[in-house]
T-cell receptor, first 113, second 114 residues
Framework: AQKVTQAQTEISVVEKEDVTLDCVYE???????LFWYKQPPSGELVFLIR??????QNEISGRYSWNFQKSTSSFNFTITASQVVDSAVYFC??????????FGKGTRLHILP | DTGVSQNPRHKITKRGQNVTFRCDPI?????LYWYRQTLGQGPEFLTY????????KSRLLSDRFSAERPKGSFSTLEIQRTEQGDSAMYLC????????????FGPGTRLTVL
C-alpha cells in the first residue's frame, strides 16, 4: 500500500535557524513522483517542488533545499535561515500508479521572531 | 486574477440540506481535481476531470456526492443530504497535464454542517 509519513506534527524554531522537515514514503511502484506543497494561513496550497523517482539529485532553490534518498524512501525539505514568512503547514505528496495521489498529514512550522 | 477560484468561501448548512460548490480553474488547464481536507490532515483526493470527462472517483465519494464539469470549464461539487461528517474544507485544483505535474490550488470552500 502507498503511504506518506510526516512524523513531525509541529515544529517551532527561532528565526534564522535552519529547519528540516521529514517525509518518508512507501510505494511498490518504480515510477512515481514526490511533491512538497506549502499551505500558508490563507489556505491555498502552493507548489514548491516535484521530483520523479529516477532523479535523485538534490535541489537547492534559494533558502530551500531538498534531499531525495531512494535507499531510505525519504524526501526531506530543509529551510536555511528561516524567516517568519516561512510559517505554514508543509505537505509532502506521492503520485503513483495510474495517476493517483496521496498527501501526508503535514508539518506545521512556526518561525518565532 | 488568473488563479483558481472557488465559491462560496464559506458555507454553513443544516444537516440534511443540499449544498453546491463551484470551482473555476485556470483557463488553459484541462485537468481539474477536487479534494477534501479536515483539520490536521492533508488533502484527500475525491475526483478529477480531464476536460469534461470525470476519470476517477475515490471511494471517499459516496453516492451523496456528485461532480460535474460541463464543457470542460468550471466544475461543481454537490453534496446531497449533508451530514455532520461532511464538514471540511473542499479544495479544487487544476493542472495542465496529469497528477505528475504541478497543481494550482484554489482557496477552498469551508463547509460547516450543523
Amino acid at each position: 500500500a502507498q503511504k506518506v509519513t510526516q512524523a513531525q506534527t509541529e515544529i517551532s524554531v527561532v528565526e534564522k535557524e535552519d529547519v528540516t522537515l521529514d517525509c518518508v514514503y512507501e510505494t511498490r511502484d518504480t515510477t512515481y513522483y514526490l511533491f512538497w506543497y506549502k499551505q500558508p494561513p490563507s489556505g491555498e496550497l502552493v507548489f514548491l517542488i516535484r521530483r520523479n523517482s529516477f532523479d535523485e539529485q538534490n535541489e537547492i532553490s534559494g533558502r530551500y533545499s531538498w534531499n531525495f534518498q531512494k535507499s531510505t524512501s525519504s524526501f526531506n525539505f530543509t529551510i536555511t535561515a528561516s524567516q517568519v514568512v516561512d510559517s505554514a503547514v508543509y505537505f509532502c505528496a506521492l503520485v503513483y500508479g495510474d495517476d493517483k495521489i496521496i498527501f501526508g498529514k503535514g508539518t506545521r512550522l512556526h518561525i518565532l521572531p | 486574477d488568473t488563479g483558481v477560484s472557488q465559491n462560496p468561501r464559506h458555507k454553513i448548512t443544516k444537516r440534511g440540506q443540499n449544498v453546491t460548490f463551484r470551482c473555476d480553474p485556470i483557463s488553459e488547464h484541462n485537468r481539474l481535481y477536487w479534494y477534501r481536507q479536515t483539520l490536521g490532515q492533508g488533502p484527500e483526493f475525491l475526483t478529477y476531470f480531464q476536460n469534461e470527462a470525470q476519470l476517477e472517483k475515490s471511494r471517499l465519494l459516496s453516492d451523496r456526492f456528485s461532480a460535474e464539469r460541463p464543457k470542460g470549464s468550471f466544475s461543481t461539487l454537490e453534496i446531497q443530504r449533508t451530514e455532520q461528517g461532511d464538514s471540511a474544507m473542499y479544495l479544487c485544483a487544476s493542472s495542465l497535464r496529469t497528477l505528475s505535474s504541478e497543481q494550482f490550488f484554489g482557496p477552498g470552500t469551508r463547509l460547516t454542517v450543523l
